[in-house]
């Protein structure tokens, strides 16, 4: 949430910092970071939290280490995101967005649920359900076309659910577990590569006269809560281009 405490430890923050910088092109390709004496006493830390800070950025292919001369920012292929790694970003830290992103195109309506869509909500087909559409990007063009699609009576609790404007007050994730009082307990997610279509095409305002001819990713999650209710079903298509990248603590 906005005013949260910020927990983690100085040279993540320093790595963080130096993330967005990247991300947003701030910082171009070519461009050489501090050294690691500027960087510990801009920030007043050790040196040795400035190295880790730096090994950081090169463990995540943002920087490479140029002996004699110092750390360089790399170009590197884009990433996408998904509906998970933005209900993760968003609890973690309080905003869904990924280093650099925005989004825009924000729809919303309430329509009959397509085949695939009821299946995933366990509701009828033809049923109504909630679309909500929006478009993130980031410097390098489209991250992901997101849609989501919440059963109909979360709509009528929340009205602005289907309000095609950005929600206030949370995410609807957020918004749906303070009406119920029945938090998300568990998500399932899916990857997959597909051909682009013309919907596709559409969808990621590419021109249809000269397809693609590499497929695109698209990734689902569908989000259940502690009653074993299905809140919501995401899909994500990734921008052309884009790979999917995840990182998890790992304990040994």
Do not use: C
């Not at 171009?28 to 880790?52: C, D, F, M, R, Y």
């Not at 095609?164 to 303070?178: F, H, V």
Request: glycine share 10%; proline share 6%.
């Amino acid at each position: 949430m906005a005013g949260q405490a910020d927990n983690r430890a100085p040279y993540a923050k320093i790595a963080a910092h130096y993330m967005e910088l990247i991300a947003s092109g701030q910082l171009q390709p070519g461009t050489l970071l501090p050294s690691i004496k500027n960087l510990a006493e801009e920030w007043k830390v050790s040196t040795a939290t400035a190295e880790k800070a730096l090994r950081k950025l090169r463990n995540e292919g943002l920087v490479r280490g140029i002996h004699g001369i110092g750390t360089e920012v790399l170009d590197r292929p884009a990433s996408m995101s998904s509906g998970s790694q933005r209900q993760d970003r968003g609890r973690r830290t309080g905003s869904s967005w990924g280093q650099g992103e925005r989004s825009d195109s924000h729809k919303a309506a309430v329509v009959s649920a397509p085949a695939e869509v009821a299946q995933a909500l366990d509701i009828e087909p033809g049923a109504d359900v909630v679309r909500r559409s929006r478009v993130y990007r980031d410097r390098h063009g489209i991250v992901a076309h997101s849609t989501s699609w919440i059963p109909a009576r979360y709509g009528k609790l929340i009205p602005q659910l289907a309000a095609s404007e950005r929600l206030t007050g949370g995410t609807s994730l957020q918004l749906i577990t303070q009406v119920t009082g029945h938090p998300i307990s568990h998500r399932i997610d899916t990857a997959s590569a597909h051909l682009l279509t013309p919907e596709y095409a559409r969808l990621l305002e590419l021109d249809p006269d000269n397809p693609l001819a590499e497929p695109v990713v698209v990734m689902t999650a569908k989000f259940v809560d502690t009653e074993g209710n299905i809140v919501e079903y995401g899909v994500d298509l990734g921008g052309p281009g884009r790979t999917w990248r995840t990182e998890s603590e790992v304990s040994t």
